[in-house]
């Protein structure tokens, strides 16, 4: 079965959804999330410039004076998340700045949004459209105006790749050459596009043996001398039992896919993949910093939780 994936380009944004599915979205299936999430920094590096985050959100009504009945009490408790992996480059620290304040700042952005999107509908799906758009602008100046006050900055920047859980839609977000994958039926899928000169290459008609050398000579990164900088945008649909992995090029570079879907089926739980892959990482000679974050659907609310390894 193929996977059930939609890029920016199919997607109708501008379809005629019949007027009230613009306000409401009846859409019955809710799906519950286990979370898992592990960094290192390898065995080569002293320091990790990677960074992650796993972030909930909730949005409940609460009745706090009513004289209705209790049955017709509706009660709305809607829930998304978000799960962002950055890898910084630039030297020195300053790899590990980029991708921190990238992350800070997008949080930022994200914590003082004039709306959240909790639901995915064609509406929501142009909103969030402009709204990535607008939040990478927004981190490249800041990237860019740190370079500015700090001249040995430049240079500096990071890759993102991040996730937008809204049950069983998932919309991500990709600038960069780390990746996301989806498995789905126990196959796994590679969503996002590296964005380097080896892809490239590659999408010209060389074999991959021909350009191991481009391939960490990205193409696109928040950070650097462009004045604008435009993801990738991919929608995904989510079923129960599916796995959602985001990770850097510590992961993809060191352990093959086959590998990565078999430690994605094998484990018990979502933290024991990522400690099982970050481990697959190290055992290939962890020449770079890993850092993997994983996210597995189920009907089960009881299902919902998180948890996180690393070292810093």
Known sequence: ?????????????????????????AKSVALAFQFGATTHPGLVRSNNEDHFAVIGRRRTNEFLLTNLPPGDLQLADDRDYALVVADGMGGRDFGEFASRMALKRMLELMAHAASWVMKFTDVDALQVRKRVDAYAQEVQRTLRD???????????????????LMST???????????????????????????????????????N??????????????????????????????????QLLLCTDG???????????????????????????VSLALDGGGEDNITVVLARASQ???????SASGTP
């Not at 740190?146 to 937008?164: D, E, R, V």
């Not at 992961?251 to 739980?269: F, G, H, K, P, T």
Request: aromatic share 4%; with cysteine; glycine share 8%.
């Open 1 to 25: 079965m193929a996977m059930p994936h939609r890029d920016e380009d199919t997607v109708d944004f501008l379809a005629d959804t019949g007027g009230s599915e613009l306000l409401f979205n």
């Open 146 to 164: 740190c370079a500015a006050m700090n001249p040995s900055l430049a240079g500096m920047g990071t890759t993102w790749t991040s996730a937008h």
């Open 169 to 207: 839609d998932a919309l991500i977000a990709h600038i960069g050459d780390s990746r996301a994958y989806l498995l789905h039926e126990g196959e796994l899928h590679q969503i996002t596009r590296d964005e380097t000169m080896a892809q490239a290459l590659i999408d010209s008609g060389l074999a």
């Open 209 to 242: 043996e021909d350009v191991g050398r481009f391939r960490h000579l990205l193409l696109n990164s928040l950070g650097g001398d462009k004045d604008d900088v435009v993801a990738q945008i991919h929608y995904v649909e989510i079923a129960p039992g599916d």
């Open 251 to 277: 992961l993809s570079d060191m352990v093959r896919d086959d590998e990565i879907a078999a430690s994605l089926r094998q484990a018990a739980n979502p933290q024991a993949a990522c400690d099982a892959l």
């Open 300 to 306: 089960d609310a009881a299902d919902d939780n998180a």
